[in-house]
T-cell receptor, first 115, second 114 residues
Framework: GAVVSQHPSRVICKSGTSVKIECRSL??????MFWYRQFPKKSLMLMAT?????????EQGVEKDKFLINHASLTLSTLTVTSAHPEDSSFYIC???????????FGAGTRLSVL | QKEVEQNSGPLSVPEGAIASLNCTYS??????FFWYRQYSGKSPELIMS????GDKEDGRFTAQLNKASQYVSLLIRDSQPSDSATYLC??????????????FGQGTILTVHP
């Protein structure tokens, strides 16, 4: 149990395009999902917290207009990187917090490369 | 600023030995603690969660928590080369805007050599 599906696993795109990443909890409901970013040889950096039915809350320094988050249901959250630039290239990872549990389960991650 | 600090690595142990990973945290009110394993290029995988003082064992893994000392550790017995990975200590926030959020340590790279 506790499977979180994230796709795509890898994206290569041109500068200026937008990229959407999906995060789904497959066998449990998640009122809260989190989006992280990880640079090489660094730890995970929380970008935003996504709550079902409400606006996402962003960590300090994260541009909300750049990283659009939608949490439309208890099993799906999406992150859209708008007008991507090479500096947005990174490993993006989502996690889902199981309802009635305080454990975060992670998706497999999306490696974004912006040319 | 809530902080989580892990012992600096990398840590190298021979196959079959015990690997000891340590973590301290700054928020005295923290109640939930996690160890994740991350292989290169992959996302974190939960190994252990611990919420009460003392030891919690699961197979070759033992997590130890001491809230008075604000210290949590992970022991890996009979280390195997497949245990070679980065180990992340994470502490869950308890109040206000930190509720439910994980703060990660910087990670300790473990290498188990045959």
């Amino acid at each position: 149990g506790a499977v979180v599906s994230q796709h795509p696993s890898r994206v290569i795109c041109k500068s200026g395009t937008s990229v959407k990443i999906e995060c789904r909890s497959l066998d449990f409901q998640a009122t809260t999902m989190f989006w992280y970013r990880q640079f090489p040889k660094k730890s995970l950096m929380l970008m935003a917290t996504s709550n079902e039915g409400s606006k996402a809350t962003y960590e300090q320094g994260v541009e909300k207009d750049k990283f659009l988050i939608n949490h439309a249901s208890l099993t799906l959250s999406t992150l859209t990187v708008t007008s991507a630039h090479p500096e947005d290239s990174s490993f993006y990872i989502c996690s889902a917090r199981a309802l009635a549990k305080n454990i975060q389960y992670f998706g497999a991650g999306t490696r974004l490369s912006v040319l | 600023q809530k902080e989580v600090e892990q012992n600096s690595g990398p840590l190298s142990v021979p196959e079959g030995a015990i690997a000891s990973l340590n973590c301290t945290y700054s928020d005295r009110g923290s109640q939930s603690f996690f160890w994740y394993r991350q292989y290169s290029g992959k996302s974190p995988e939960l190994i252990m969660s611990i919420y009460s003082n003392g030891d919690k064992e699961d197979g070759r893994f033992t997590a130890q928590l001491n809230k008075a000392s604000q210290y949590v550790s992970l022991l890996i017995r009979d280390s195997q080369p497949s245990d070679s990975a980065t180990y992340l200590c994470a502490v869950e926030g308890v109040g206000g805007t930190s509720y439910g959020k994980l703060t990660f340590g910087q990670g300790t790279i473990l290498t188990v050599h045959p």
